[in-house]
């Protein structure tokens, strides 16, 4: 058990509503980074924090796609107007930022867009 | 041509053999490699990590990097049912800032007959 937990662990909607997924690292992981994975592929770089500050994100991360990390600790991730190619395994790692930065990944959050 | 190659198998194998993974890759500015186990519906589990060229072993399991010809392999030895797994190798630079996002190979699905 790597101390991320991830929130909802499933998630089903129908295109076009929003969508919220929660990450709790251990507090000790001062930075924190969103991956996706789809099917057959191994998970993308989404966005990254150092404590609260988002200081890269990708090019995958559409307009429609948007993250938080108040106060430094949990971090969001919401999906605006949801498409069926968002469907994916949204993963969160933690890193504790000594050097080298090895990051524990979450249980993910799958989602299913219908 | 994508950064990270690993071939997604899938590979089969008999318990007790040595199992051989590799992946290649094109980015000369990778200095992090690392390999994850990820079962199926889980989060990536991290198996090993290493920065030089040169073997590193740990229990069971051997990583190997050759940065001269942009090589990484992991190996299990005595190989087990309960290794059925997807092997993810991923690796990271440090661009000069905090940020060591990872990039993931595809995955190789393993599996282990009893």
């Known amino acids: 058990d790597t101390g991320v937990s991830q929130n909802p662990r499933h998630k089903i909607t129908k295109r076009g509503q929003n969508v919220t997924f929660r990450c709790d690292p251990i507090?000790?992981?001062?930075?924190l980074y969103w991956y996706r994975q789809t099917l057959g592929q191994g998970p993308e770089f989404l966005t990254y924090?150092?404590?609260?500050?988002?200081?890269?994100k990708s090019r995958l991360l559409s307009d429609r796609f948007s993250a938080e990390r108040p106060k430094g600790s949990f971090s969001t991730l919401e999906i605006q107007r949801t498409e069926q190619g968002d469907s994916a395994m949204y993963l969160c790692?933690?890193?504790?930022?000594?050097?080298?930065?090895?990051?524990?990944f979450g249980p993910g959050t799958r989602l299913t867009v219908l | 041509q994508k950064e990270v190659e690993q071939d997604p198998g899938p590979l089969s194998v008999p318990e007790g053999a040595i199992v051989s993974l590799n992946c290649t890759y094109s980015?000369?500015?990778?200095?992090?490699f690392m390999w994850y186990r990820q079962y199926s519906r889980k989060g990536p589990e991290l198996l090993m990590y290493?920065?030089?060229?040169g073997n590193k072993e740990d229990g069971r399991f051997t990583a190997q990097v050759d940065k001269s010809s942009k090589y990484i392999s992991l190996f299990i030895r005595d190989s087990q049912p309960s290794d059925s797994a997807t092997y993810l190798c991923?690796?990271?630079?440090?661009?000069?800032?905090?940020?060591?996002?990872?990039?993931f190979g595809k995955g190789t699905l393993l599996t282990v007959n009893p």
């Open positions: 790692a933690g890193g504790q930022g000594t050097g080298t930065d090895t990051q524990y």
């Open positions: 507090s000790e992981h001062n930075r």
């Open positions: 924090f150092q404590n609260e500050a988002q200081l890269e």
């Open positions: 980015n000369s500015a990778f200095q992090y």
């Open positions: 290493t920065y030089s060229s």
């Open positions: 991923a690796m990271s630079t440090n661009s000069g800032g905090s940020n060591y996002k990872l990039t």
